[in-house]
Each structure stands twice: as structure tokens, then as C-alpha cells.
């Protein structure tokens, strides 16, 4: 039995909750609480989005400057697993034992916690895709969405300092796996050995910082990133690129820019790894992060590349 399940609950720290609660009711994600320094999401298993105000009390020190994200939950099995992190965690910088959720401050100086996982099992209908060895839709479209509802958080990314001793930290400590490299410049990491190509992403830039780079949001499939991402666009939220697609996990991805701190992401169709799985070696680079990819999205009236003209005629062919 795996001991982290994924990620259970994350928390950011800004001061513009406003355009925090607009941008994230656009997202797709449901507003459970909500106080005049304090924002609570879910999403549809239950995987909480909160975002606080920099000054609210007990809120974990930031990492970088401006708005950021302070704190990631990891979900686990059961309290048994708690409680063998609990000691194993004592004496780490920023320990923590609260009854029922314990935790640290990683190598990087994030806020990290573990519980019972308060996530539930979902039973979504997910029409396959039509490939020329498999025919797994028949008599059957594809879904179309006009705007996503992401299912969980499904990975977070962050620069770091030192990349080995933050993959050293997750991996001795919680049993985090590497499913791919940037040779001492980044690991790829899932939770366990059978798992979607990483829950996290340590990223070591050139001159090594702690930082946000981004969260991303799991949806059911590439036609919910394209709905998800063309409503961002019609709502008025910036792309930072998408749509497009990574060779090293396979997914489909847009990204968006959020103002609680860094990118948000949404993807689908990730690669899923089992322990027959070799890691591999990547030299980082533009067609490494992207084998096709849209720079600014597209403009979610025209359904086309932003700024782009539209046909004058009925159907493509069409002429005026």
C-alpha cells in the first residue's frame, strides 16, 4: 500500500483575494468557505485550494517575495503512516505535530505537512480516444466542455536552491520516486513507484533560488484542457503559453497567469509509471518542455491563435 496518495491541500499567500476568488471561481473550482483574509476551494475529489492574506495569523513563511504559494499537504494511506512520519521527522527544521497532520520545512524552506487523506473516489465517465490499434469509443463523440472542473491538484513545481538535496529529502523521507531527470538541474518525482509522471517537479535554475513556478490542476482529458482554457481566455485571464504538449510526461497542457503567486496549469493524459519504470536523462530546453506549444493561447471567441484574423466565409474553404 502506498504510503502518499498526492497532494491533499495547498495554501497561498497574497493580498488581492479578489481577483484571487474571480480568477478561481473561472477555474472551475467550488468556493466552500470564505471570510474577509481567507479563501477555501475544492475541487471535485475534494483537494482544497486556500488562499490567505500574507499577514494572516500562523500562515508559513514565503519562500520568495510577493504572492506565493506557503504550503502543500501531502494526503496519506492512514495514521499509522503519520505517525512513522512524526518520528521520523523530528528534529527537521520547522517540525510540526498537530494530532493528525504532522510536518517540516523541506530543504527549500516550503511549509510541507502530511495527513489522512480527506480526498474521495470519484467515478467519472471519460470517453476514450479513437487510436488506430484501439477503438475504445464507439457509437460515441468526444465530449465537448465549455469550461473545465478540475478533478484534483495534481502536481506543484518549484525553483530550488539545491535540486539534490530536495530529491534526497522527498525521496529518504516520504519514498518519492525520480521518473526523469535534468541532470543537477531538475527531478521529475511521483509518490510512489506506480503512479502519473510526477506530483512534483524540483527545478534548479542557473542561479539557484527558491521560488513558485506552478501548480497544476488534473482534468479528464485534452478536449477539457482546450474548454478549459478557451473560457479562461473569453473570462479575460492571460495565458503564459498553452495549448501545447510535453514530450517528457506526455500531457497536454495551458498555462495560466494567477495572481496568488506564479503559473496555474491545466493538463491531461499523463504518462503512468509502474516500478518496471527507468528514470531517464534530459537536457533542459524549448523542445524538451514542449513538442508543440502556442505562444498566448487562443482567443476563446474565435476558437483561433489570439489575435489571429478569423475566415470571412462560412467554413474554411469558404471564400468571401
Known amino acids: 500500500m502506498m504510503d502518499v496518495l498526492g497532494i491533499d491541500e495547498i495554501t497561498y499567500g497574497a493580498d488581492d483575494l479578489a481577483a484571487c476568488k474571480k480568477f478561481l471561481n473561472d477555474w472551475g473550482l467550488n468556493l466552500v468557505e470564505e471570510t474577509d483574509k481567507s479563501l477555501v476551494y475544492e475541487s471535485m475529489n475534494k483537494c482544497r485550494v486556500i488562499v490567505k492574506t500574507t499577514d494572516f495569523p500562523g500562515l508559513p513563511p514565503a519562500i520568495e517575495d510577493g504572492p506565493t504559494l506557503r504550503e502543500v499537504v501531502w494526503g496519506c494511506s492512514g495514521d499509522e503512516v503519520i505517525a512513522r512520519f512524526a518520528e521520523k521527522l523530528k528534529g527537521q ?5 498537530e494530532g493528525g497532520r504532522v510536518g517540516c520545512m523541506d530543504p527549500n524552506g516550503l511549509a510541507v505537512r502530511f495527513q489522512k487523506t480527506r480526498k474521495i473516489e470519484l467515478d467519472l465517465d471519460s470517453p476514450g480516444m479513437n487510436t ?14 465549455d469550461r473545465a472542473t478540475p478533478i484534483e491538484v495534481g502536481h506543484v513545481v518549484f525553483f530550488v536552491k539545491d535540486v539534490k538535496a530536495c530529491e534526497a529529502f522527498y525521496a529518504d523521507n516520504f519514498g518519492f520516486v525520480a521518473s526523469d531527470r535534468y541532470p543537477n538541474r531538475g527531478a521529475f518525482m511521483r509518490c510512489a513507484a506506480e503512479g502519473g509522471h510526477h506530483d512534483l517537479f524540483l527545478l534548479q535554475p542557473p ?3 527558491a521560488g513558485l513556478n506552478h501548480v497544476a490542476f488534473t482534468v479528464r482529458d485534452i478536449h477539457e484542457v482546450f474548454g478549459g ?11 503564459q503559453i498553452g495549448p501545447g504538449r510535453h514530450p517528457i510526461s506526455s500531457a497536454y497542457f495551458w498555462y495560466f497567469n494567477f495572481p496568488g503567486g506564479g503559473l496555474i496549469e491545466y493538463y491531461a493524459d499523463e504518462d503512468f509509471l509502474d516500478a ?3 528514470a531517464r536523462e534530459f537536457e533542459p530546453g524549448p523542445t524538451i518542455f514542449a513538442e ?9 471567441n474565435t476558437r483561433r491563435q489570439k489575435s489571429a ?3 470571412d466565409g462560412q467554413f474554411l474553404t469558404d471564400k468571401k
Open 93 to 97: 527544521p520547522g517540525y510540526v505535530n
Open 132 to 145: 488506430w490499434g484501439t477503438k475504445s469509443r464507439r457509437n460515441q463523440r468526444s465530449p465537448i466542455y
Open 207 to 209: 542561479e539557484p533560488r
Open 229 to 239: 482554457g478557451m473560457a479562461m481566455a473569453r473570462d479575460g485571464w492571460s495565458t
Open 276 to 278: 518496471e519504470w527507468e
Open 292 to 300: 508543440w506549444a502556442i505562444d498566448g493561447g487562443l482567443d476563446g
Open 309 to 311: 484574423k478569423a475566415p
